[in-house]
């Protein structure tokens, strides 16, 4: 999942038309340019991209799928309205699988790997300087997409891609502030020390730790934006 600066659809042949509308409408429901509630119309989207209903409806399912998007009967499809219920259950599970992942990649973790993981580090650190989510969000999204890929657990890769693509949501959807990117960095340096040395089960413990920590975090200013408050987990 790529975190896009452009909104407008443009097909290309060389992919899918179904990939391309999923790709752009989850890009469109991230960066919040499609509002919670809002409801999407095929003869509206159909017009405004210039192809046919098919590929539309069939990536209205997919993004249902994924928890983007909600299907009313009799009333129509509408972008997922994001509740502190919602947040609650997505980020817990989250941390234990994506620990688990982290644990499960340390046999599989070679140079290439390594080599990877300290690029998008570096990424990170540069866009935090220049104060660039979008870019520092798609480093972010490499760097643990390294060693979940490296976890070799197919099962395990596809259930996090849909959790951590909704993490992302609910942070572009509040406008988290960025004032934890410092925080972040150094958290990210020691779980790369951790695969380079294989500590699994500091890594393990690390990992869970970091997406805890940006849930307890985050609370704030979703409570803020919304009046609402809902319960800190602790770790």
Known sequence: MVIMVENKFVPKYSTSL??????????EVIGSELKGGERLVESE?????????????EAFRILEKNGLLVTVPRKGTFVRTITGDYIQEIFPIRANLESLAARLAISH???????RMKLML????????????KSYVKQHFEFHQIFIDAS???????????????????????????EHYEYSIDEHSEILECFIKKDANRVEALVRDHIM???N??????????????KVIQK
């Open 152 to 178: 070799k657990n197919n099962t395990l890769i596809e259930l996090l891609e849909n959790l951590r693509r909704q993490s992302i949501w609910f942070l572009f959807s509040s406008f988290y502030d960025q």
């Open 109 to 115: 973790m070679g140079p290439e790997y390594i080599k």
């Open 18 to 27: 179904v990939k391309q509308v999923t790709d752009f409408l989850t890009n």
């Open 217 to 230: 975090k985050f609370l704030p200013f979703w409570q803020a934006k919304n009046k609402k408050s809902f």
């Open 122 to 133: 570096t990424g990170m650190i540069e866009s935090a300087q220049k104060r660039n989510l």
């Open 45 to 57: 989207l159909q017009r405004k991209f210039g192809i046919s209903r098919g590929p539309i409806r």
């Open 213 to 215: 920590t940006s849930y």
